[in-house]
């Protein structure tokens, strides 16, 4: 099994910046894909972000279209840290963030681990 542990959500001013970690540990090499999602307070989650652990043909990172050129995700050389830099934030963006790990098992289809969620909370 994979675990996840997000760290660097906090209180932030309107236009300010944070960076979430998350390191995963366990059965890593089974992670297809690395993800941040996020859940507001009234609404369902949302994915954010995602980047491929390993290099594919096409797109390599996904981005919701509300955090485009404000976030960027990358991850460390082992592709086992995730991180999300999130600049110019905006009260919009408050919210628990959530890291998690798409899963491929062989001959399954694939499901999203996901780790115990960080707060964000950006003030007006």
């Known amino acids: 099994q994979v675990q996840l542990v997000e760290s660097g959500g906090g209180l932030v001013q309107d236009g300010g910046s944070l960076r979430l970690s998350c390191a995963a540990s366990?059965?890593?090499?089974?992670?297809?894909?690395l993800a941040w999602f996020r859940q507001a307070p009234g609404k369902e989650r949302e994915l954010v972000s995602w980047i491929n652990r390993i290099y594919q043909t096409g797109n390599n990172t996904y981005y919701v279209d509300s955090v485009k050129g404000r976030f960027a995700i990358s991850t460390d050389n082992d592709k086992t840290t995730v991180y999300l830099q999130m600049n110019s934030l905006k009260p919009d963006d408050t919210a628990v963030y959530y890291c998690?790990?798409?899963?491929?098992?062989?001959?399954?289809?694939?499901?999203?681990?996901y780790g115990q969620g960080t707060q964000v909370t950006v003030s007006s």
């Open positions: 998690a790990a798409q899963i491929w098992p062989m001959g399954g289809s694939s499901y999203y681990v």
């Open positions: 366990g059965r890593t090499l089974s992670m297809r894909r």
